[in-house]
């Protein structure tokens, strides 16, 4: 079972999703090192459980999460001093990409610097009408450093990618629906319900395939077209040495809904 390493931290389970929960609402949900160290801790852990097959990453109402945390940051100086102080935390952040099982974030109010890119990091983005995401970096004298020009221009093209990180310019949930960086737009009142529902819908199909699946979307995102193709080919081939396969096939014809064994 994971587990939270810091009091910010929430860690619970619901059936086969695991939950991660953001709680430091005196900062807007700053995200301090010792915060995204144990956010990134537990999602790991729940990587690793065999009774979990997807998880959610939410924030508060009112802040999915407003940053890294500028208190932990005025201090730095120099490349190399940001380079030391940052070296384990940054290995951290890579830590979410190599997770296996797909996240879904519960984001509603602001998603702010690396508060977006921890968002944009997850899978799928369920986002409340308040949500609003934005790269401020440049207004305090930085820039993104954890996916902000990178993954954020991969989904809404350059154009607005270089307006949002070199003015801070900020979406609002309904035009990040627009330019699909969010799967979708509920009230408030139900983000992290919707957010639960998306990952136990998820949780519910076999979870080799669904590992393979995600990897493979997201290898799109990082190859070229043909080597895509490739490792999508190998990742369903296979798929066929899975009992999964030989269950959800023979479930068809008998016209039952077929049990997942994970194997
Ligand atoms: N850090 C620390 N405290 C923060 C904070 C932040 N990012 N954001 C808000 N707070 C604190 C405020 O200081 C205030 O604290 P008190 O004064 O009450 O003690 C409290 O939260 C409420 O904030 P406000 O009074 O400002 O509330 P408002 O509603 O007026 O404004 C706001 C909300 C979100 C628009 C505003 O707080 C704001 O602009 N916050 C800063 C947003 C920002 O610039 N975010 C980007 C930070 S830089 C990397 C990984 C990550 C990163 C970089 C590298 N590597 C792995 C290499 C990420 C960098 C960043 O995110």
């Known amino acids: 079972m994971a587990q939270?390493?810091?009091?910010?931290?929430i860690?619970?389970?619901?059936?086969?999703?695991?939950?991660?929960?953001?709680?430091?609402?005196?900062s807007l949900n700053a995200l301090s090192i010792a915060v995204v160290d144990a956010v990134i801790e537990a999602l790991g852990g729940f990587d690793r459980d065999p009774k979990i097959n997807a998880m959610v990453l939410a924030g508060l109402p009112k802040s999915f999460a407003a940053g890294a945390d500028i208190g932990e940051m005025k201090g730095v100086t120099g490349a190399a001093g940001a380079e030391k102080q940052l070296a384990r935390h940054l290995s951290h952040w890579d830590k979410i990409g190599r997770l296996k099982k797909p996240i879904v974030a519960a984001v509603s109010g602001y998603a702010l610097g690396g508060g977006c890119e921890l968002a944009m990091a997850c899978d799928m983005i369920v986002a409340s009408e308040t949500a609003v995401f934005g790269q401020p970096e440049v207004l305090i004298g930085v820039m993104a450093?954890?996916?902000?020009t990178q993954r954020l221009t991969k989904v809404v093209g350059k154009s607005l990618s270089m307006e949002m990180n070199l003015t801070g310019r900020r979406l609002t949930a309904r035009e990040a629906l627009s330019f699909g960086l969010v799967n979708r737009v509920v009230p408030?009142?139900?983000?992290?319900?919707?957010?639960?529902?998306?990952?136990?819908?998820?949780?519910?199909q076999p979870p080799l395939a669904v590992q393979a699946a995600k990897a493979s979307v997201l290898a799109a995102v990082d190859s070229k077209l043909s080597e895509g193709l490739v490792?999508?080919?190998?990742?369903?081939?296979?798929?066929?040495?899975?009992q999964d396969q030989k269950e959800g096939m023979k479930a068809f014809f008998e016209k039952r809904k077929p049990v997942?064994?994970?194997n």
């Open 4 to 9: 939270a390493t810091a009091p910010e931290v």
């Open 11 to 26: 860690v619970e389970t619901e059936g086969k999703i695991g939950i991660v929960t953001l709680n430091r609402p005196q």
């Open 145 to 148: 450093g954890a996916g902000g």
């Open 188 to 204: 408030v009142e139900s983000f992290l319900s919707e957010a639960k529902k998306l990952a136990h819908s998820i949780a519910a």
């Open 231 to 242: 490792f999508e080919r190998q990742s369903f081939f296979r798929l066929f040495e899975t």
């Open 260 to 262: 997942w064994s994970g």
